[in-house]
């Protein structure tokens, strides 16, 4: 039997993770190409999205957006509960910050 529990952020908890990810985590395996919205972290911005490049993929294009913020954290929390766990107890890190964006883009640790 599997039991799901909801759970609410603030938009600084996510900033934190994010800004470990974007920061420090993914720029072996992918970059920025584009931001929508004033900068990385204007997730109140209706328009916000920023496009990145894998690099590794033939230079494939993945764009993140609100949406996806949010599936990212559920993905995290049901695969990788190692990382949801640092997540949890504010012990995040560059590569806690990795595993969430590439939740985010691409549903699944793929690279590291």
Not at 70 to 85: A, D, F, V
Request: aromatic residues 16%; glycine residues 8%.
């Amino acid at each position: 039997m599997n039991f799901q529990v909801l759970a609410s952020f603030s938009k600084e908890r996510i900033l934190n993770l994010f800004c470990c990810g974007l920061e420090g985590g993914i720029g072996y395996w992918c970059t920025v190409t584009e931001v929508k919205g004033n900068g990385y972290y204007d997730f109140n911005n209706p328009e916000w999205s920023i496009t990145f490049e894998l690099i590794e993929e033939d230079n494939k294009k993945v764009v993140l957006n609100k949406f996806k913020l949010s599936k990212g954290l559920q993905i995290m929390s049901e695969k990788y509960p190692y990382h949801w766990n640092n997540f949890l107890s504010e012990n995040e890190d560059a590569i806690t910050g990795d595993v969430y964006v590439q939740c985010c883009l691409l549903n699944e640790i793929v690279y590291g």
